[in-house]
Structure formats: C-alpha cells, structure tokens
C-alpha cells in the first residue's frame, strides 16, 4: 500500500514537472521571437543589431531557456516512457532531447557571434567593407537553416516517438495524444517544403497549441493512475510466472 502511494506521488510530480516544463519552454520561445522582432531581417542586419545589442543577447538567453525546459521533458519522462518501449524511450531522448538541445544552442551561439560582429563593424574604420555584410548573411542564413531544417526535423521525429508513446501507454486520453501525432505530422512538413521554398508556417500551429493543452492537461489531471499501474502488473505477473516454471 505504501509503495502504491510513493508510486502515485511520484508519478504527480512527474506529471506537474512535465507540464511546468513545457510551458516555461514555450513562454521562453515566443518571448524569444517578441524581443528579437525585425532584428535579423531585412537590409542592414549588422546596424540593427548594433543598435539593439541587449535584445538579441536578451533573445539569445531566452533561447537557451527554451532548448534546455524542452529537451528536459523527455528526459524527466524516460523513467516513465521505458516501462512500455525502452527504444522509443531512448529515441524520444536523443532526437527531442539532445539533438534538439544542441540546435537551440547552435542558433544562439550564432546571434552571440552575429552580436560580436555587429560591435566590430561599429568600430571599424571601414563599416561599408563587403566582408561585414558577407559575413552577417552568412550568420543570419546559417541560424536560419539551423531552425528551420535542423532543429524542426529532430523535434518532429521526437514528438512522433513522444506522442506515440503517449498513445501506447494511455497515460493522457488518446484524442490528446492522436492529436499530437497529427500535429508532429504537419509540423514536419514545413521544414521539408520550405527546403523548396514553400513556405507554410501555419501548419506548426496545431502542434503548438496540442502541447499548451497537454502541458495545462498534466498540471490540472496527471497521468492516468490505472495506466500507471498497468505496466508494474504485467512485470509482476512475468515476474511470478518466471518463479512457478
């Protein structure tokens, strides 16, 4: 009885971790767009920046923020994941998790440096030199690519590992969890048809709003205690046949 209770305890506070995460990732990421806004865009990157040099460190640490509540998610739910498929488990880790991680990281390594060069070309005595613009659009191309293509696709494959398990496991209502894999779905096109140049960013919506739910679903409900329970009963009952033969 008492192992029931730590159990379930246990599995709340995974659940609140969960949800916390997922919004702290969120909040972080659209902050992240809000305070970068413009700055990376259009003619003249470099004196933009040089004029709003807090803002893009601001939306570099928010960045940062953001890959590192993300990719703790499937980390925190391994535990939970690998009593129903330890390989999905571990594929949700290295593709949402790490791979992921070090896309956010690449891209704001590359706003720190587009930062560096944007203080270099004020000082220069020459700031018209080509090598400065060259140079900047080869950042803002390279942080580009990095989110669109990089880190988009290895979040998708993990949100369709994620989201499958979800499903398998019945730890939310499957209607969340089938609509998580549709929205991974659609969100994996828009990295893939941008490659050529088709850009469709409204299909990312559905995936985005799927997970603000999920994350409110875990904080209000949890997982399902009988879901919870029905992986350590098959153990068990494994576990007692292996003593009677």
């Known amino acids: 009885m008492a192992r029931t209770i730590t159990s379930t305890y246990s599995n709340r506070k995974t659940a609140i971790i969960v949800g916390l995460l997922f919004i702290i990732g969120d909040i972080a990421g659209v902050l ?3 305070v970068t806004n413009g700055l990376l865009g259009g003619a003249d ?6 004029a709003n040099q807090d803002q893009l460190a601001l939306g570099a640490l928010l960045v940062l923020i953001m890959g590192f509540a993300l990719a703790m ?3 925190v739910m391994y535990p939970v994941f690998r009593k129903y498929n330890e390989v999905l488990a571990l594929g949700c880790v290295f593709f949402r998790g790490a ?8 891209t704001a390594g590359t706003w720190l440096l587009l930062l560096e060069l944007s203080r270099e070309h004020a000082a220069a005595a020459l700031p018209d030199a080509p090598h400065f613009q060259t140079l900047s659009a080869v950042l803002v191309a390279t942080q580009s690519s990095i989110t669109a293509n990089f880190v988009s696709i290895a979040f998708c494959l993990g949100a369709l590992m994620f989201y499958y398990l979800f499903y398998q496991s019945r730890l939310i209502p499957r209607w969340l969890a089938v609509w998580g894999l549709a929205g991974a779905v659609l969100y994996l096109a828009t990295p893939l048809l941008d490659m050529f140049g088709h850009g469709f960013g409204i299909l990312m919506a559905p995936l985005a709003v799927q997970e603000m739910v999920l994350a409110v679903w875990l904080l209000a409900k949890g997982f399902d205690s009988s ?6 009963a098959r153990l068990n009952s494994e576990s007692d046949q292996g003593r009677m033969s």
Do not use: I
């Not at 990157?45 to 040089?50: D, G, I, Q, R, S």
């Not at 879901?227 to 350590?232: G, R, S």
């Open 227 to 232: 879901a919870m329970l029905a992986p350590t």
């Open 73 to 75: 998610v499937p980390v």
């Open 99 to 106: 791979l992921e991680a070090v896309g956010y990281m690449a």
């Open 45 to 50: 990157v470099l004196t933009k920046v040089a």
């Open 32 to 34: 992240s767009v809000v």
